[in-house]
């Protein structure tokens, strides 16, 4: 019931992160996709269930979700959504690219400010996005995770409360 409300409020624009943690074989899995089948009946739309693996490439865990929301974007709204970000988001997922190709690239900067304006394009686009319906994005096995990913869930979790965003992860603890 919990878990319903929260989805509830994310509908409205309190977007919320849940975190469902145990040993392996408790069944978070199973909750997750539970919930992903609830969120659509309420119609949250579900991005992408994503199972984080061991030793995958830096950003991997958002990489999956962003991309396939670009590949089913038509370029006009996909400016739109990702605003001032795009270039900055093209590092990671070269897609972007091939959907807006005037793009010039981001000017550089020293690495802690290119990760801060990375995870802020990526947070603004994950809300814009969300902002046409709201959505929820189950991150799964996040004990995988490697650290940049890590950082930019603490990021975007700090951005959710005003935000149409569900974010659901589990983890082994």
């Excluded at 969120?39 to 992408?48: P, Q």
């Excluded at 590949?71 to 970000?85: C, D, F, K, N, V």
């Amino acid at each position: 019931a919990g878990l319903r409300a929260a989805m509830d409020d994310t509908v409205t624009g309190a977007g919320r992160i849940v975190m469902l943690a145990g040993k392996p074989g408790i069944r978070k899995t199973r909750m997750a996709e539970e919930l992903a089948s609830y969120s659509e009946s309420i119609e949250l739309k579900v991005v992408e269930v994503v199972y984080e693996q061991q030793g995958a490439p830096p950003y991997c865990l958002w990489v999956q979700p962003i991309r396939s929301n670009i590949l089913r974007t038509e370029p006009g709204p996909l400016s739109a959504q990702m605003g001032p970000g795009a270039a900055d988001i093209s590092a990671i997922i070269p897609e972007v690219l091939d959907k807006l190709p005037y793009l010039e690239p981001s000017s550089p900067l020293e690495p802690e400010q290119a990760r801060f304006r990375l995870f802020d394009s990526i947070s603004q686009f994950l809300k814009n996005v969300a902002q046409s319906q709201p959505m929820m994005l189950v991150l799964d096995d996040l004990q995988w995770a490697d650290q940049p990913c890590l950082l930019l869930l603490g990021f975007l979790a700090s951005l959710l409360s005003d935000s149409k965003i569900m974010l659901l992860g589990t983890y082994r603890d």
